[in-house]
T-cell receptor
Framework: DTGVSQDPRHKITKRGQNVTFRCDPI?????LYWYRQTLGQGPEFLTY????????KSRLLSDRFSAERPKGSFSTLEIQRTEQGDSAMYLC?????????FGPGTRLLVL | SQQGEEDPQALSIQEGENATMNCSYK?????LQWYRQNSGRGLVHLIL?????REKHSGRLRVTLDTSKKSSSLLITASRAADTASYFC???????????FGAGTRLTVKP
């Protein structure tokens, strides 16, 4: 399978714990995006990488959130001190040109 | 913040009928894309239309774009039960670094 992959697919954690998600983009794609989607809503942009450089961050990305793409390939999204409001689907997408290809998402539930 | 707004929020039709979904947006765009999302899964790219295009076709899909009215429509002809999903429009500005999604139209096609 050469699509975008995300790991884990599901995560249940207790409030206050840290969680980390991984995204592996399509191999030739230099752009990588993170989005958050809550129930009944469309995805909301969080951050964007071109190669290893994080070029844009949404105001949604509080200081508890950090994303990295150290070698310009896979990316990680870490949420520190999780809150119940962080419960959502976290989607990763990659692109080479205009079309973004999405992974299956990581569903996070914070208890 | 979300840019696009889909209309209607929900649509229920019989198999074989056509389904039309509309999207309105607020700012100038470089392109507009339509995505499909089955329940609890990632988004699948359907079609991209650029700001200098007025209509595009892909199989049973027809997309129109009216930049003067800042609106787009997605027509699915001869619908099938497998078309049951949520459909989102997403707009990209000229730097194309983030896409803004609407809340989606939930389409149900009854067999």
């Amino acid at each position: 399978d050469t699509g975008v992959s995300q790991d884990p697919r599901h995560k249940i954690t207790k409030r206050g714990q840290n969680v980390t998600f991984r995204c592996d983009p399509i191999s030739e794609h230099n752009r990588l995006y993170w989005y958050r989607q809550t129930l009944g809503q469309g995805p909301e942009f969080l951050t964007y990488f071109q190669n290893e450089a994080q070029l844009e961050k949404s105001r949604l990305l509080s200081d508890r959130f950090s994303a990295e793409r150290p070698k310009g390939s896979f990316s990680t999204l870490e949420i520190q001190r999780t809150e119940q409001g962080d419960s959502a689907m976290y989607l990763c997408a990659s692109s080479f040109l205009e079309t973004q290809y999405f992974g299956p998402g990581t569903r996070l539930l914070v208890l | 913040s979300q840019q696009g707004e889909e209309d209607p929020q929900a649509l229920s039709i019989q198999e074989g009928e056509n389904a039309t979904m509309n999207c309105s947006y607020k700012t100038s765009i470089n392109n507009l894309q339509w995505y499909r999302q089955n329940s609890g899964r990632g988004l699948v790219h359907l079609i991209l239309i650029r700001s200098n295009e007025r209509e595009k076709h892909s199989g049973r899909l027809r997309v129109t774009l009216d930049t003067s009215k800042k609106s787009s429509s997605l027509l699915i002809t001869a619908s099938r039960a497998a078309d049951t999903a949520s459909y989102f429009c997403a707009t990209a500005t000229y730097n194309n670094n983030d896409m803004r999604f609407g809340a989606g139209t939930r389409l149900t096609v009854k067999p």
